[in-house]
């Protein structure tokens, strides 16, 4: 299966089992308004930060942000309950890391990379370039197919 990219620098598309890394500058620089209507969601924080858990077929929880076993399967379970194009978007490795550390995210990183393999799916995984060292970002680029950046200014670099 492939998936369109619409990513200036980027290939028009890419095959399924393709997980694509955005670094970008900071945490606020991700865009937080997701239609439930046409995405599920894990929602790892609510009861974190003392929210109550919203009622909805397509909102997902986990026991805690550091989850990062349960936020593997339920993805897991997405995944192999969904059919045809599946796309998952992960915001955010920084926030695994805080909550769990750098190495756990890692490791959650690469199972569901694996998972986009096994069921021939696209992910998109969020970044922010500014928490993590430089040995940290390597790791983390190597894990991928292609790493989009966002630069401060706005400009936009594709390597695949």
């Keep these: 299966m492939e998936y369109e990219l619409a990513i200036e620098g980027a290939?028009?598309?890419v095959p399924g089992g393709t997980g694509v890394l955005l670094v970008h500058p900071s945490t606020g620089e991700t865009d937080r308004d997701v239609d439930e209507t046409k995405a599920d969601i894990l929602d790892t924080l609510s009861v974190e930060r003392g929210y109550s858990r919203r009622p909805s077929d397509h909102?997902?929880?986990v026991s805690a942000p550091d989850d990062l076993a349960g936020i593997v399967e339920i993805t897991r379970?997405?995944?192999a309950g969904s059919e045809g194009k599946r796309r998952i978007s992960?915001?955010?490795?920084?926030e695994m890391a805080?909550?769990?550390d750098e190495d756990r995210a890692?490791?959650?990183v690469e199972e569901i990379l694996a998972l986009?393999?096994?069921y021939d799916?696209?992910?998109l995984f969020h970044l922010s370039g500014e928490v993590h060292d430089d040995a940290a970002l390597a790791e983390f680029r190597a894990l991928f197919d292609g790493v989009i950046t966002l630069d401060a200014d706005g400009s936009v670099t594709a390597e695949f």
């Design 116 to 118: 986009l393999e096994e």
């Design 59 to 61: 909102v997902h929880y």
């Design 77 to 79: 379970e997405f995944l």
């Design 98 to 100: 805080y909550y769990a």
């Design 106 to 108: 890692m490791a959650a």
């Design 121 to 123: 799916a696209a992910g």
């Design 90 to 94: 992960l915001d955010s490795i920084t």
């Design 11 to 13: 290939p028009d598309v």
